[in-house]
């Protein structure tokens, strides 16, 4: 799918060419920040609006979208920035019908709801985790922000676990009830497509070694940060190909850890550091995925069919009330059943159990597929269902 170049320039001028377009050609906005790159996550959606003729507008605070680099007359492209007192200006002036986003905590900072106009805010993930334990993704312990989704109008769900997960919270704090919606997931959708067209896909690298992938999630306490140089060390020296895959926010937030990494391992030539998140070839062609509490390993187990390894590290819950909600994070229910978990004093037999688990990947196939299509809401058909959505919402406020 090709989609428009960036107007580049100046950034307010940007801006304004959005704001000079009638509300017909700006009736559906997608928005983009700039740590978490919203285009992998809504392709399969903007792929259907287009092959229904709707008119998109896609809005970057990232000067390295991929979107930026493509061209198409169905959509258009506007860099806005990122500078925070800009985007709120901009945000709190928007016209359009529906503003689709994966950054949550609406309302909280410098996206604000729009002042002149009746926009309907929807909220899409960027995973397929639960949504009552990383804050990321809903309830917050501030007494101002029990909920980071509960200025949005409408949820695009994942799975069944989230509805439950988001009606419970709403009752226990007394929230507005949003319009749920159940869609599926898109990256998951592309992933198995891709799996499925592709030949028989190759594990190992041009030295002919296993390609391994570590791809943790973000936080001081995560797989990177805690052991990362000693992982990536025993993985080597046990003749294995390792590419590293940091969290977007630890690039951001923790740019001396991946120096430190990257130092350390650059000249050999079995290592790899890849940046570049939106790539799919990487999680494709592993052999093996270590992570922590990533959602890219219901990614890889659902696409591959192939066990993940799980170090345990300190259990990400940003939300510290969780507990009250009275559900089992989806995460945490199905980590042992897709793979296996490693404690973290004892990474140095990673190696041994990668083989054995490999060796018998015959035995998490089916198991993993019976999860996958039990949680998981229309997989292959996210995107058609996703824009229904978006056009039913369009359509009553014409």
């Known amino acids: 799918m090709k989609i428009t170049k960036s107007i580049f320039g100046k950034e307010g001028n940007d801006i304004d ?69 800009e985007k709120m200006k901009f945000f709190l002036r928007l016209k359009a ?37 990383d804050g990321t993704n809903y309830v917050r312990t501030s007494l101002f922000r029990k909920s980071t989704l509960d200025q949005f ?18 009752e226990l704090y007394n929230l507005n009830k949003k319009n749920l919606v159940e869609c599926g997931y898109g990256l998951l959708d592309k992933l198995i497509r891709l799996r499925s067209s592709s030949a028989q ?17 973000w936080g001081k306490q995560n797989l990177l940060e805690s052991v990362g140089i ?15 895959r940091p969290h977007p926010m630890t690039i951001k937030k923790s740019p001396k850890v991946v120096k430190q990494i990257k130092e350390k391992f650059e000249k050999n030539p079995d290592f790899d550091l890849d940046t570049n998140v939106s790539s799919l070839e990487q999680l ?15 990614e890889y187990a659902f696409v591959c069919e192939r066990p993940v390894i799980y170090v345990e590290v300190l259990k990400k819950a940003r939300n510290k009330e969780y507990e009250k909600i009275g559900l089992e994070q989806f995460e945490i229910s199905i980590r042992d059943k897709i ?27 089916n198991k993993i597929q019976k999860i996958r299509n ?25």
């Not at 037999?349 to 998490?364: K, S, T, V």
């Open 17 to 85: 060419k959005f704001n000079e377009l009638d509300l017909d050609e700006r009736s559906i906005v997608f928005y983009s920040e700039s740590s978490v790159i919203l285009y992998p996550y809504v392709e399969e959606i903007i792929r259907e609006l287009q092959n229904r003729d709707q008119k998109i507008c896609y809005l970057t605070s990232s000067k390295h979208d991929p979107i930026l680099k493509n061209e198409s007359k169905n959509i258009k492209v506007f860099y806005i920035g990122d500078s925070e007192i």
């Open 97 to 133: 019908k529906v503003l689709i986003m994966t950054m949550p905590d609406l309302g909280s900072y410098h996206i604000k709801r729009s002042k002149i106009f009746p926009v309907h805010y929807i909220y899409t993930f960027h995973s397929m985790n639960s949504t009552h334990m």
């Open 284 to 298: 494709l062609s592993s052999y093996a995925l270590i992570t922590d509490w990533s959602g890219i390993g219901y």
């Open 201 to 217: 896909q190759n594990f190992l690298s041009q030295n002919n070694k296993k390609k391994v992938l570590i791809a943790p999630s």
């Open 230 to 244: 000693e992982l990536v060390k025993i993985l080597l020296d046990a003749g294995y190909h390792v590419t590293i």
């Open 374 to 398: 039990d949680a998981i809401f229309n997989i292959g058909e996210s995107g058609k269902v996703t824009a229904n959505e978006i056009i039913r919402i369009i359509n009553e406020k014409a």
């Open 153 to 170: 109008d409408s949820i695009f769900c994942v799975g069944k676990y989230q509805v439950q997960e988001i009606r419970a919270t709403e």
């Open 339 to 365: 793979g296996e978990i490693v404690s973290i004093q004892n990474i140095e037999n990673i190696p041994e159990r990668i083989e054995f688990l490999y060796a018998h990947i015959n035995d998490f196939e």
